[in-house]
């Protein structure tokens, strides 16, 4: 989503850990009936995360990956890109789970 840094270990063949941050900007068109008519969204933040998986064969992996967003801000622009309102919010915290297979 965009540019960042992370840092992986495998202290094991079916163990590896991870930590990492980046700068996340995703933009976003608004619906026209809205309340800003035909224009756009962003939301801009910082997460941090910390992450685990764990090889259970060659092809078979499960990851959980967790952290916090700092730094958050939300623009909304009108349709010539002007800013129309903008507002920051508090910390926030996510998870996730992801199996992967390969055939």
Do not use: Q
Request: aromatic content about 14%; proline content about 4%.
């Amino acid at each position: 989503m965009g540019p960042g840094l992370t840092l992986n270990s495998r202290p094991h063949k079916t163990w590896s850990f991870g930590i990492g941050n980046r700068y996340e900007k995703l933009r976003f068109r608004l619906d026209k009936d809205g309340t800003v008519e035909s224009g756009f969204g962003e939301d801009a933040f910082f997460p941090v995360f910390l992450s685990v998986s764990y090889n259970v064969d060659p092809k078979t992996n499960l990851s959980l990956v967790g952290g916090f967003e700092f730094g958050g801000e939300l623009k909304m622009e009108d349709e010539d890109g002007k800013t129309t309102r903008e507002e920051t919010y508090d910390t926030g915290i996510f998870l996730g789970l992801a199996f992967n297979k390969r055939f």
